[in-house]
Structure formats: structure tokens, C-alpha cells
């Protein structure tokens, strides 16, 4: 049984930085392809960053330069680095494979308000 688990999310002011972890289970982790999605109120979920199994990264345009994916396949983990936030980055940020193949798990909630 595949689990996702995120966490790390949290409210922050405009500029500031957090990190987002993913732990997963029930999945050999170091073959898939992880992303991180988001959904805002009112919008569609939406895929902002993405790595391979062998690490290659690739971001949607309005993260780009300012997010930084990651993974630990010794903890079966995935990570986003979020610097530069702003409002419109306030979310629920989920993570999943790539292409999605897992149920979803809870997601974390990030809010970048003053």
C-alpha cells in the first residue's frame, strides 16, 4: 500500500523560506520520478517540480530559480526547498509521482502572507 506523507509547511512572510518533505512507503522509491504539486484555493492542482530517478530537475516557470528540488532514496524522501516566497505561492503542496501513480496524501498547507 503506497503512502505519502508531507510535512514542513507552515506560515511564512513574503521573501522568507521553507523546506517541504515527502516520505513515501509501499513504493521501490529510487525508480520513480517524484514532483511536488500545489492547489490554491478556487485553481487546479498544478505540477511545479519534478526529478528523475537519476536526478534530473525541471521546474514550472513560476517557481523557476527560486524552488530547488531534492531526493534521499536511502530515506525513500523528496524535498522542496522554497526561497523567495510570495503570496501567490500560499498553497497545499503535495507530493506524488511522476506521472502520478499514487493515491494522494494529505498535503501541507504553506501560507506567504504579511
Known amino acids: 500500500q503506497v503512502q505519502l506523507v508531507e510535512s514542513g509547511g507552515g506560515l511564512v512572510q513574503p521573501g522568507g523560506s521553507l523546506r517541504l518533505s515527502c516520505a513515501a512507503s509501499?513504493?521501490?522509491?529510487?525508480?520513480?520520478?517524484m514532483g511536488w504539486y500545489r492547489q490554491a484555493p478556487g485553481k487546479q492542482r498544478e505540477l511545479v517540480a519534478t526529478i528523475t530517478s537519476g536526478g534530473g530537475t525541471n521546474y514550472a516557470d513560476s517557481v523557476k530559480g527560486r524552488f530547488s528540488i531534492s531526493r534521499d532514496n536511502a530515506k525513500n524522501t523528496v524535498y522542496l526547498r522554497m526561497n523567495s516566497l510570495k503570496p501567490e505561492d500560499t498553497a497545499v503542496y503535495y507530493c506524488?509521482?511522476?506521472?502520478?501513480?499514487?493515491?494522494w496524501g494529505q498535503g501541507t498547507q504553506v501560507t506567504v502572507s504579511s
Open positions: 506524488n509521482t511522476v506521472p502520478r501513480s499514487a493515491p
Open positions: 509501499g513504493i521501490i522509491f529510487s525508480v520513480y520520478g
